[in-house]
């Protein structure tokens, strides 16, 4: 079926589009909202860093079960009132993490505040999907991209202040009023023309994916530290996934389709969106986790540390979907990973002082790896920045009309899984490598950059495959 969209000039969403970026921003702040407060909270409540984590990884897994059902959910009601119910779990949760007397009733809060933002980030996605030319979507769903990604990455900027000053409580204060003002700003401009269509809800499917995410992330986490629970959580999340995916082909009205994935410029592109987001988001996770522990910064500090990397990030995003609807994807995919792997590279080699003092080889001093860490930091933004959206556009915008709703809840669905995956998978090594230096008898902070440096290697070889294989599809697009 062709693709017939109205010009852009004709639509005049501007304002009901505004209203959705912030959404989207809004989204991505909360998923990495807590980590500058991480440490704070493993002191208040006397948890660990591995539990801990899953006020990161918990909300991810809600997103994504969340995000799973968004191809229904989209069909079966209407924009106002998604937007409607979505804003009003995340105030909830705001305000949940903000009263929560213990440790277990603030991850409570923070699923429920997953449960609203979650539907915000398809929902943008569908709103420009639906409505901007093909040739034009790169660069809107750039701006989409950069809001995304600049919420999750603003977020240790804002919140290490707010910790350091008011105490972690504080960093929900944030989300609470901006939650509050799109929802007095959508009253005015968020409606819609489409008719919802009545279908029945697949509750073994969401089930499904429920435990196939949750097990996934267990698996990950716990696989560095204890293989045979890591392989066994990681075997039966196989089979859930198994599951999901043979039950939605047998469904005459299935949760979402899994008809995008037929078309071979989509799936290359959901490969490429879930490595570039698991290197994103493992650095935003594990970044202000090294500069508190290992480094010895204040959260604040921590914070302004990564002012450089999201400008660069928001930039690069912006820049590379106008590169896109003029150039195409070659040579910004590869390009973009090849970045990135330099980056993770280069904090790896930053953060190795602590490494070589485990092995015996030199002294450790985190201090002196700290510029370098920073660097490479920096690129890893700027190059994840580069891919996201581009890897976006290019597998939604060769899908017929049919399968847009199915496609971008797919696509969502490879970004929070990548959320899921990296700071579970990644943590997880940095965990384990950190209290085996320690038990070596290497001082908390060396042992600390330790874990770090191994957590970065890890990724380095994920990015790199990530690499290749961008090299391979945008040659592959560019010569069809």
């Not at 660069?139 to 972690?168: N, Q």
């Not at 003092?357 to 190059?383: H, Q």
């Amino acid at each position: 079926m062709a693709n017939l969209r109205p010009t852009t000039a004709a639509t005049g969403f501007g304002p009901l589009l505004a209203v959705f970026y912030g959404c989207g921003f809004l989204a991505g702040f909360n998923e990495n909202l807590v980590n500058m407060a991480l440490v704070a909270i493993m002191g208040d409540f006397a948890v660990d860093a591995v539990t801990a984590q899953w006020l990161v990884t918990g909300y991810m897994i809600a997103v994504t079960v969340v995000v799973t059902c968004m191809a229904y959910l989209y069909r079966r009601f209407t924009l106002r009132t998604l937007f409607f119910a979505a804003s009003a779990l995340s105030i909830a949760g705001s305000v949940g993490g903000l009263m929560a007397p213990n440790f277990a009733l603030l991850l409570v809060a923070r699923l429920v505040q997953a449960a609203g933002t979650g539907v915000f980030i398809p929902l943008m996605m569908n709103v420009i999907v639906d409505k901007v030319p093909h040739e034009n979507m790169g660069s809107y769903l750039a701006v989409g991209s950069a809001m995304i990604t600049i919420g999750p990455a603003t977020a240790p900027i804002v919140t290490g202040f707010m910790v350091s000053d008011l105490g972690w409580r504080s960093v929900f204060v944030v989300p609470l009023a901006v939650a509050v003002l799109l929802t007095v700003l959508g009253a005015f401009v968020v409606r819609d023309e489409r008719r919802p269509h009545p279908a029945a809800f697949d509750v073994p499917s969401a089930l499904l994916v429920a435990a196939g995410v949750t097990l996934l992330s267990v698996g990950l986490s716990e696989v560095s530290s204890r293989p045979a629970v890591g392989a066994a959580a990681l075997a039966a999340a196989v089979a859930f996934l198994a599951g999901f995916a043979r039950r939605q082909k047998r469904l005459e009205s299935p949760l979402v389709s899994l008809a995008p994935f037929g078309h071979r410029a989509f799936w290359p592109a959901v490969v490429l969106v879930v490595i570039t987001m698991m290197t994103y988001f493992s650095l935003s996770v594990m970044a202000p986790l090294y500069f508190e522990e290992a480094v010895g910064l204040a959260a604040s500090l921590a914070g302004v540390l990564m002012v450089a990397p999201v400008l660069a990030n928001a930039t690069a995003s912006v820049l590379s979907g106008r590169a896109l609807d003029r150039r195409g994807e070659w040579p910004l995919l590869p390009a973009g990973l090849g970045i990135a792997s330099v980056g993770i590279a280069l904090a790896a080699f930053g953060a190795s002082p602590a490494l070589a003092g485990v092995l015996g080889l030199a002294g450790a001093d985190a201090a002196a790896g700290l510029p370098v860490v920073v660097a490479g930091i920096f690129l890893g933004y700027l190059g994840t920045g580069m891919v996201l959206s581009p890897a976006q556009t290019a597998g939604l915008r060769r899908l017929p009309d049919e399968l847009d709703s199915h496609g971008v809840t797919l696509m969502s669905m490879a970004v929070q899984l990548a959320a899921c995956l990296g700071p579970a998978a990644y943590v997880g090594i940095m965990s384990s490598a950190s209290a085996a230096a320690a038990n070596a008898g290497v001082a908390p902070a060396a042992a600390s950059s330790a874990g770090f440096a191994w957590a970065m290697v890890a990724a380095l070889a994920v990015a790199l495959f990530g690499a290749a294989a961008a090299f391979l599809y945008a040659r592959a697009l560019r010569r069809r």
